[in-house]
């Protein structure tokens, strides 16, 4: 089945970074694109950057662009995302997903928390 394990969250100060992983497993992983979204508190699920099946490219939410770094690994099945110069309305619940020829899929989600 279907698996994605989201990883790396934490609290960090406001500036700080860091760096979420997702371990996929229970598909071709490098057949599908990858995605990261996130959901604030009282917000909707929003989505953040994706990148393309082979890795060539990445796509960023304005919000986010300049600051995060989409890239995937093939060999080892991972997505991984680095957050740099994270504000506290980066404050959310990270999560991976796969969309693939039958249906999307979503990880557990990772919490990010930044302070002021």
């Known amino acids: 089945q279907v698996q994605l394990v989201e990883s790396g969250g934490g609290l960090v100060q406001a500036g700080g970074s860091l760096r979420l992983s997702c371990a996929a497993s229970?598909?071709?992983?490098?057949?599908?694109?990858m995605s990261w979204y996130r959901q604030a508190p009282g917000k909707e699920r929003e989505w953040v950057a994706q990148?393309?099946?082979?890795?060539?490219?990445?796509y960023y939410s304005n919000s986010v662009k300049g600051r995060f770094t989409i890239a995937r690994d093939n060999a080892k099945k991972m997505v991984s995302l680095q957050m740099n110069n994270l504000k506290p309305e980066d404050t959310a619940v990270y999560y991976c997903?796969?969309?693939?020829?039958?249906?999307?899929?979503w990880g557990q989600g990772t919490q990010v928390t930044v302070s002021s």
């Open positions: 229970g598909f071709t992983f490098s057949t599908y694109a």
């Open positions: 997903k796969v969309v693939t020829s039958l249906t999307s899929y």
């Open positions: 990148v393309t099946s082979s890795g060539s490219n990445t």
